[in-house]
């Protein structure tokens, strides 16, 4: 236990004292370049231009492409939004005769009860028209009376 505790006390010691000369490692120069090293320096290089040269190709494609999709996209949006238009305006002038046509019946019905109100309190032109049976005896009783 003594002889841990003293070796991380010393630890940080021995590793300072020991630090510069593990720095100090001799620098290794390049070796120099020859026929082979420069044909495969050149030969990638050209490799690396080719690659970049499709690679820009592919890019302009994919770009025309994703161009076409939000044209189409935008036509397509643009569509539906005039179509929602004429479909709101459809239901706006369909509201628009329902309540016509439901104003057009309340004050129908509301003469009506006022004629049947008046004809109850006795004002007989507001009567109405006599039944279709009674008009048709009416109507077919001097027919006969003129017959011999």
């Given at each position: 236990?003594?002889?841990?505790?003293?070796?991380l006390?010393?630890?940080?010691?021995?590793?300072?004292?020991?630090g510069?000369?593990?720095?100090?490692?001799?620098?290794?120069?390049?070796?120099?370049?020859?026929?082979?090293?420069?044909?495969?320096?050149?030969?990638?290089a050209?490799?690396l231009?080719?690659?970049?040269?499709?690679?820009?190709?592919l890019?302009?494609e994919?770009?025309r492409k994703?161009?076409?999709?939000?044209?189409r996209?935008?036509?397509t949006?643009?569509?539906y939004?005039?179509?929602?238009?004429?479909?709101?305006?459809?239901?706006?002038?369909?509201?628009a005769?329902?309540?016509r046509?439901?104003a057009?019946?309340?004050?129908?019905?509301?003469?009506?009860?006022?004629?049947?109100?008046?004809?109850?309190?006795?004002?007989?032109?507001r009567c109405?028209p006599?039944?279709?049976?009674a008009?048709t005896?009416?109507?077919?009783?001097?027919?006969?009376?003129?017959?011999?």
């Amino acid at each position: 236990m003594r002889f841990a505790a003293v070796a991380l006390i010393l630890a940080p010691v021995v590793l300072a004292a020991a630090g510069p000369a593990l720095a100090e490692a001799p620098v290794v120069a390049p070796p120099p370049p020859n026929d082979e090293a420069l044909a495969a320096k050149l030969a990638s290089a050209a490799e690396l231009a080719d690659q970049n040269r499709r690679s820009n190709a592919l890019n302009v494609e994919v770009n025309r492409k994703n161009a076409a999709v939000e044209a189409r996209n935008k036509a397509t949006r643009a569509a539906y939004d005039k179509a929602m238009a004429d479909y709101q305006a459809q239901v706006a002038a369909q509201t628009a005769a329902t309540a016509r046509s439901q104003a057009d019946y309340e004050k129908q019905v509301a003469s009506w009860k006022a004629d049947v109100a008046a004809c109850k309190a006795g004002e007989v032109k507001r009567c109405g028209p006599p039944p279709a049976d009674a008009k048709t005896a009416a109507t077919a009783a001097p027919a006969k009376a003129g017959q011999p």
